[in-house]
């Protein structure tokens, strides 16, 4: 099955791959036994720090597209957690508040990813996680960098 691996050159590419795919599935079992899917965990995130935002300050802080958010928020509105109000100030303007649902499921969603993030580093000492989370940082601001460090936004984020 991993035969493909032994014509690759690099081996962290491959093994990169898989690591991610792992941790996309693992925190996809987490999220769904909370009735989230993958990806809305950080427009909850962003709305847990500050409710009300608007799609485009939500798009900013996450890197993404505003129509990326908006059609999330609109899945996630659907499933009870949030909830899309126009601006008092704009009517022009819609603003995403958190639901009860929305709000209650930040200290049990936080505990479940912890506990996948203690899972997936499991056996590694704390300096060797420590490490690890410094190393992928790195990692992204290599790749993220356009010439001059600065972190540039990309639509996967």
């Known amino acids: 099955m991993r035969e493909w691996i032994d014509v ?3 081996d962290f590419q491959p093994v990169f791959w898989e690591a ?3 941790m996309l599935r693992a925190a996809e079992e987490v999220l769904n036994e909370h009735g989230v899917r993958e ?3 950080f427009i909850l995130m962003c709305l847990w720090a500050q409710d009300g935002l608007a799609p485009g300050e939500i798009a900013r802080r996450l890197g993404l597209a505003t129509p990326t958010v908006t059609r ?3 899945r996630m509105a659907t499933a009870g957690l949030v909830e899309r109000r126009p601006d008092p100030a704009d009517a022009r303007v819609t603003r995403i508040y958190l639901t009860e649902r929305g709000r209650d ?3 049990p969603l936080n505990a479940a990813m912890r506990a996948m993030s203690e899972r997936a580093m499991g056996g590694m000492t704390a300096d060797e996680q420590a490490t690890l989370v410094d190393l ?3 990692l992204r601001a290599n790749l993220d960098a356009d010439g001059d460090g600065a972190r540039t936004n990309h639509p996967s984020d």
Do not use: F, H, M, N
Request: hydrophobic share 30%; proline share 0%.
């Open 8 to 10: 690759w050159d690099d």
């Open 20 to 22: 991610k795919r792992a």
């Open 39 to 41: 990806g809305q965990q």
């Open 72 to 74: 999330t928020a609109t």
């Open 105 to 107: 499921l930040r200290d």
């Open 136 to 138: 992928l940082r790195r």
